[in-house]
C-alpha cells in the first residue's frame, strides 16, 4: 500500500532537486563559462540513472508493434527537446540572468505546453486555464520589464532571459512529445532512457558541428553537482506522476522558484535576496500553475 502523500513528497523533492541543480549551475558559472559540456554531463547521468533503475525497477519490455515504434519515435522527440533544447539552454540561461530569474522563466513551461497540447492532441483551453496562462505571463512580464536587477551586463541578462524562453518552450513540447508517447509504451523509465541516448547523440551532432570543445575539458564539481540533480529532479518527477495525479506535481512544481530563491541567496550566496518584485511574480506564476493544473 503506498504512503499518503507519497506522491506529493517526491514531487516537492523533484522541484527541491531542479532548483538546486540550477542553484549549482549559476555556482559553477562564478568561476568557468559552461560551454555545453554541464548540459551533456547531465544528460549522460540521467540515462545512467535511469537505464539503472530501469533494469532493477522496469516492466518486461512489450513485443514491438506500430504503437510501440512510435512511443520509441516520440521518447526520442522528447528527449532531444528536453535534453539539447530545453536543458542546453537552461544551463546557459541560469548562468547569463541568474538561477532566480531562470526558475520564474520556467513557469512558461506549463504555456507552451497547454498551447501544443491543443495544437497537436486535440485538447481544449477552458477558462481556469486561459486565466493561468494570463497570470503567469504576467509574472513574466514583471521579472522581465524590472529594472536595476544586479549580477550580468544589461545584453548578457536580456540574452540570458530569451534562452530561457528557448527553454520552456523545449520542456513544454518535450511534455506534450511524452503524453503521446506514453500511449504506445506506457514505461517512464524506458521513456526517459530513449531520451537521454537521443538527447546525447544530438549532443554528439552539435559537437561535430562546433569542434571538440564539449569533450576538452573535465567538468567541474559543480557541474557534477548540477548534473546529478537535475537527473535526480527528471527521474524524481516520473515517480510522482506515478504515485500522484499531474494536477499535483504541477502545482507543487512551481515551488522550485521558492526553493531557487532560498537556496542563491541563503545558502551559497550567488545572488542577491530577491526583494518585492520577486515576491509578486513569484505568487503570480504559483497562482497560474495552479490555474493551470486544476483547469
Partial sequence: MALPFAGEAVA?????????????IAKG???????????????????????GLWLVLGPPLPPGGAEVWRGVLLFALAGVLANLIGRLLMFRSVA?????????????????????????LGERITGPVALGVALIFAAV??????????GGTGAGRALGRALGVGSAAGYGGAYVARKA????LPDPLI???IGAVAGGLSYGVLALRR????????????????AALISLGQIAQFFALSLTTVTAVAVIGACEMFFSAWLAAAV??????????????STLALAGAAAIAFG
Avoid: C, H
Wanted: hydrophobic share 55%.
Fill in 141 to 150: 512580464a514583471v521579472t522581465v520589464l524590472r529594472r536595476g536587477v544586479p
Fill in 96 to 120: 547569463l540572468a541568474g538561477a532566480i530569474e531562470t526558475g520564474v522563466l520556467r513557469r512558461l513551461i506549463s504555456v507552451f505546453a497547454a498551447a501544443l497540447a491543443v495544437a497537436l
Fill in 29 to 51: 558559472a562564478q568561476t568557468r563559462a559552461d560551454d555545453g559540456g554541464g548540459a551533456l554531463l547531465s544528460v549522460v547521468v540521467t540515462g545512467a540513472m535511469a537505464g
Fill in 191 to 193: 521513456g526517459t532512457l
Fill in 181 to 184: 508517447a506514453l500511449g504506445g
Fill in 268 to 281: 551559497l550566496r550567488t545572488e542577491p535576496w530577491p526583494g518585492p518584485v520577486f515576491l509578486l511574480s
Fill in 12 to 24: 516537492l523533492a523533484s522541484a527541491f532537486f531542479y532548483a538546486a541543480g540550477a542553484v549549482a
Fill in 211 to 226: 569542434g571538440p570543445r564539449l569533450a576538452r575539458r573535465w567538468p567541474s564539481g559543480w557541474q557534477v553537482a548540477a
